[in-house]
């Protein structure tokens, strides 16, 4: 027999549960599919999801021929086999999985398909399709992203699963607990595929009582679903959104939520990634407000890359809170963003003649060094001369904020200099 999964896929667009972003009442792939205009589609986002289940509603709405290939494991034959089918009853809808991994030579083949509409493509991948997807399939597909279903909606397909008498488990006798439907619904991750799987193994591998009945209890259903089905791909989106959010929550100085993304991370075993992201963000983010936090940030993670996991998560805790509730600035990191755009842009211009290499004999017959004022000859350590290129020497890159003291006291000499500057202009 079929997995209860496989087996409770819709049948119709009406029987899709969550993604109503897409299959509700005016939504994009409802509208297609009730006035039966379907144009080829890319649906991407985690495993369990329900890409598959809603290419099968809509052929399931449509009354479509509906085949299901793989980009891996299906070779050209295969396809010819659908294009053979097309060619014979009309159109044919084609659910793709990984379709990512789509060759060139099985795209080029169906290209001319997808043109003519003879086939409506449906293709699933867990890749962001703007990354890993060939554009010449790309713009031929709309592009639509299936997000992980809320513990709401995957408990509605759990308990329509129970109650089901053709397809599901309702002709099984079966009483589960709150505590244990919640932990299934849960724990997952938005993963249905998972829920229904470890639903079906719970039902299945527990011994009815006396009277028929079969008892789903929290322990069950914790043995048959023993670890959430965590979405961190290293090399996908779930790795960089979650990278992303940790960063974005320091930055913004929310302790809790940067705690939740660390463990995130954590639980993915990420060390590299989080060490790497806590150095830049102790110098994008905090940068000057603070400039002792990069050091300890340093300090941190070479214990937590010395310590390894578990213990390596109470000095990378240790960083994340600092960091959250330092003072904040990127003025540094803005200045040199400033500079780099001009010299990328051209506008350079030519070192001042007074700062040119003048350490070799015949210089000054050239101009070089002549007229160049050493800082340290003047009491005070500074004297007013131009530094910049002619074609920026008015440009100011720092702006310096007045969120710590460090820079509030470099922002007072850097004033003061400019001041100087400005008057010796004058």
């Known amino acids: 027999m079929k997995p209860l999964a496989y087996r409770m896929r819709p049948r119709t667009i009406n029987d899709v549960v969550g993604q109503e972003h897409l299959t509700g009442e005016g939504k994009i792939i409802r509208r297609m599919t009730e006035a039966k205009k379907l144009s080829s589609m890319i649906l991407y986002g985690p495993p369990g999801t329900g890409k598959t289940s809603i290419a099968s509603a809509i052929a399931g709405t449509t009354q479509y021929a509906f085949r299901t290939l793989n980009a891996v494991t299906s ?24 379709v990512h991994r789509l060759d060139k030579a099985k795209q080029d083949y169906l290209l001319p398909f997808l043109e003519n509409g003879m086939i409506v493509l449906i293709g699933a991948t867990t890749s962001n399709p703007y990354h890993a997807i060939n554009p010449a399939i790309r713009s031929r597909c709309q592009i639509f992203e299936v997000k992980p279903l809320t513990p709401e909606s995957v408990k509605k397909l759990l308990k329509g699963a129970l109650q089901d008498e053709e397809r ?13 439907l919640a932990h299934l619904a849960q ?12 639903l079906e193994l719970a039902v299945t591998s527990t011994k009815p009582d006396e009277n028929g009945i079969i008892h789903i209890t929290l322990q069950t259903a914790e043995e048959c679903l023993q670890q959430k089905s965590f979405s961190h791909d290293k090399d996908g989106d779930a790795h960089y959104d979650v990278l992303s959010a940790f960063q974005k929550s320091i930055r913004g100085s929310d302790v809790n939520a940067a705690l939740h993304y660390l463990a995130r991370l954590i639980e993915a075993g990420d060390l590299v990634s989080i060490a790497r992201r806590l ?148």
């Not at 309702?170 to 709150?178: D, Y």
């Open 168 to 180: 599901g488990l309702g002709t099984c006798k079966t009483e589960i607990t709150a505590e244990a």
């Open 187 to 198: 724990a997952s991750g938005g993963d249905v595929r998972s829920s229904l799987n470890a």
């Open 279 to 426: 150095v830049v963000i102790s110098y994008e983010d905090i940068g000057l407000a603070s400039p002792q936090a990069g050091e300890r940030t340093l300090s941190a993670v070479e214990a937590a890359e010395r310590l390894g996991f578990p213990e390596a998560r109470i000095p990378l805790a240790n960083a994340v809170v600092e960091l959250c509730l330092s003072p904040k600035s990127n003025s540094a990191y803005k200045a040199i963003d400033a500079a780099l755009a001009d010299v990328r842009a051209g506008r350079a211009g030519e070192v001042p003649a007074h700062l040119k290499d003048a350490h070799y004999k015949s210089a000054a017959k050239l101009g070089r060094g002549v007229d160049y004022q050493y800082p340290h000859d003047f009491e005070s350590g500074w004297v007013a001369q131009q530094y910049l290129p002619d074609t920026l020497k008015h440009k100011r890159y720092f702006a310096p904020k007045q969120t710590g003291k460090f820079e509030q006291a470099l922002s007072q000499i850097y004033e003061k200099i400019e001041k100087g500057k400005k008057e010796t202009r004058q």
């Open 75 to 98: 070779n050209k034959k295969d396809m010819e086999i659908v294009a053979a089918e097309a060619k014979m009853s009309g159109t044919v809808i084609l659910l793709l999985d990984e």
